[in-house]
């Protein structure tokens, strides 16, 4: 069983609407939780940071860990064109310095 | 500009060729770390350092080496590579290695696109 899994997609989503990607770990260790976001041809880029369970909202974004599930989640309100990328979930333990990655989701938001 | 500049943006090489990628970072940070990013998998780290220090290698083949003069600069150094290392390379930097700085995570450079012909 992989560590992270994430489904790839691509998923593409009328502007306006809510989106929901999510990410699925086995690795009970794991207690950081970041969702980065990957334009194309670009380096990621840190989007939300949680700790332990719980939610953390930022604008239209919306963090989701359920660690008693091991499934992690973002929402993205009102989506945009401009919210077209790869958004790729990592995590890690107490002490680590090593993120372990899901492979992307790739999002399209359709004008 | 994100703080986190690597050079060339896009390298074909044939398999007997050197070359060597290059990361430079603006923000200051002690740590700095090279990942693979293949198409359909996951970032795989390959190398981290701190302080000038190598502090992981992730059981990278020989023909990747790594290079850290001081703490604002990391090469990449490629020799005999194969088609299946065709990949994009990242630099990534933060700000230490370990403890709560997690929360400002990485800055990553924008890559290398790198193809092995």
């Known amino acids: 069983q992989k560590e992270v899994e994430q489904d790839p997609g691509p998923l593409s989503v009328p502007e306006g609407a809510i989106v929901s990607l999510n990410c699925t770990y086995s690795?009970?260790?794991?207690?950081?939780f970041m969702w980065y976001r990957q334009y194309s041809r670009k380096g990621p880029e840190l989007l939300m940071y949680?700790?332990?369970?719980g939610n953390k909202e930022d604008g239209r974004f919306t963090a989701q860990v359920d660690k008693s599930s091991k499934y992690i989640s973002l929402f993205i309100r009102d989506s945009q064109p401009s919210d077209s990328a790869t958004y790729l979930c990592?995590?890690?333990?107490?002490?680590?310095?090593?993120?372990?990655f899901g492979k992307g989701t790739k999002l399209s938001v359709i004008p | 500009e994100t703080g986190v500049t690597q050079t060339p943006r896009h390298l074909v090489m044939g398999m007997t060729n050197k070359k060597s990628l290059k990361c430079e970072q603006h923000?200051?940070?002690?740590?700095m770390y090279w990942y693979k990013q293949s198409a359909k998998k996951p970032l795989e780290l390959m190398f981290v350092?701190?302080?000038?220090?190598?502090?992981e290698n992730n059981s990278v083949p020989s023909r990747f080496s790594p290079e850290c003069p001081n703490s604002s600069h990391l090469f990449l150094h490629l020799h005999t590579l194969q088609p299946e290392d065709s990949a994009l390379y990242l630099c990534?930097?933060?700000?230490?290695?370990?403890?709560?700085?997690?929360?400002?995570?990485?800055?990553f450079g924008s890559g290398t696109r790198l193809t092995v012909v």
């Open positions: 949680t700790y332990s369970s």
């Open positions: 690795n009970s260790a794991f207690q950081y």
């Open positions: 350092y701190s302080l000038e220090e190598r502090v």
């Open positions: 990534a930097s933060s700000q230490e290695l370990l403890g709560a700085e997690l929360h400002y995570g990485y800055t």
């Open positions: 990592a995590m890690t333990g107490a002490g680590s310095y090593q993120l372990t």
């Open positions: 923000l200051g940070h002690n740590a």
